[in-house]
């Protein structure tokens, strides 16, 4: 099972003059790589923009742990609204292709 990580590629307000227009893709492959660190998780694939996302991918873990990695990556500071994930495998052809979960979880 893989958890693919769907976020608005959306450009960081307020930047400087000649700033890089995404520095949530790197924190959020920061937070990704210390949970793989710690054991939680394993990052399947280098992140990468598809359309108008940038999709992370997540797996070795449950399907719950692994949409609960979602959730947080969606509410990290600076992560544009409107994250998706999509629950799906490591032989799917294309990105977006299994269950879409609206991202953050809501709180239980």
Known sequence: MVVEIHVPLLPTPDLPDGA??????????????????????EVFD???D??????FFVTGASEQDLLAVASRVA???GVPAGSVAV????EAEE?????RVA????AL
């Open 20 to 41: 890089y227009p995404f520095p949530w893709i790197e924190e959020i492959e920061n937070f990704l790589f210390s949970l793989e660190d710690r054991g939680g998780v």
């Open 75 to 77: 509410t990290l500071p």
């Open 50 to 55: 598809d359309g108008d996302a940038y999709v």
């Open 95 to 99: 990105f977006g292709l299994g269950r």
């Open 46 to 48: 280098d992140g990468e």
């Open 87 to 90: 629950v799906s495998n490591d």
């Open 103 to 106: 991202l953050p979880l809501p």
